[in-house]
T-cell receptor
Framework: GENVEQHPSTLSVQEGDSAVIKCTYS??????FPWYKQELGKGPQLIID???NVGEKKDQRIAVTLNKTAKHFSLHITETQPEDSAVYFCAASKQDSNYQLIWGAGTKLIIKP | GAVVSQHPSRVICKSGTSVKIECRSL??????MFWYRQFPKQSLMLMATSNEGSKATYEQGVEKDKFLINHASLTLSTLTVTSAHPEDSSFYIC????????????FGPGTRLTVL
């Protein structure tokens, strides 16, 4: 079955700098890759997603890139702010699995003031 | 945007009692809802997939008689933890997928269950 690996587990960056979180997946049939942000005690919030027919997607300070050949995708956050501090999860899914999400282990992002 | 609510947000109960958690999609119809459990500092663990009008599909190791799921309408799914024990204490989160050919899941705020 599908397996998603996420790195790093913890990332500490200076406010204003960029943060990059990387994920790899094993099932080449996966075609949907969302990123979620989870704050303490809350449910995950979708921040950006990408489908397999697109290589890159950007939304203001957040971007996601997808390399289907290498089976990896990355989250890029530029000009980080204190409110970006949270746990970020990547996931992968495919249509014939009832759209079940296979989750990465999560990355705790710490923004240092 | 897509809004999913959960109720209650926090519940404390005595061992042996049952607890019902509601998950509602407020501004869209959800043909599929998912129930997750999350332990501290860990990723989300899928418990079951709930399709409207049919029986839920449980993941391996999840007791269907203990975690009863009902998806009676396109906007409501419920999870009932029966005869709760302290080891059932956890953070339970639901998500809803819009109808149609789309993968996007929207999550509720979660329910913190504490069994004494």
């Amino acid at each position: 079955g599908e397996n998603v690996e996420q790195h790093p587990s913890t990332l500490s960056v200076q406010e204003g700098d960029s943060a990059v979180i990387k994920c790899t997946y094993s099932d080449s049939a996966s075609n949907y890759f969302p990123w979620y942000k989870q704050e303490l005690g809350k449910g995950p919030q979708l921040i950006i997603d990408i489908r397999s027919n697109v290589g890159e997607k950007k939304d203001q300070r957040i971007a996601v890139t997808l390399n289907k050949t290498a089976k990896h995708f990355s989250l890029h956050i530029t000009e980080t702010q204190p409110e970006d501090s949270a746990v970020y999860f990547c996931a992968a899914s495919k249509q014939d699995s009832n759209y079940q999400l296979i989750w990465g282990a999560g990355t705790k992002l710490i923004i240092k003031p | 945007g897509a809004v999913v609510s959960q109720h209650p947000s926090r519940v404390i109960c005595k061992s042996g009692t049952s607890v019902k958690i509601e998950c509602r999609s407020l501004d869209f119809q959800a043909t599929t809802m998912f129930w997750y459990r999350q332990f501290p500092k860990q990723s989300l663990m899928l418990m079951a997939t709930s399709n409207e009008g049919s029986k839920a599909t449980y993941e391996q190791g999840v007791e269907k008689d203990k975690f009863l799921i009902n998806h009676a309408s396109l906007t409501l799914s419920t999870l009932t933890v029966t005869s709760a024990h302290p080891e059932d204490s956890s953070f339970y989160i639901c998500s809803a997928r819009r109808g149609g050919v789309t993968d996007t899941q929207y999550f509720g705020p979660g329910t913190r269950l504490t069994v004494l």
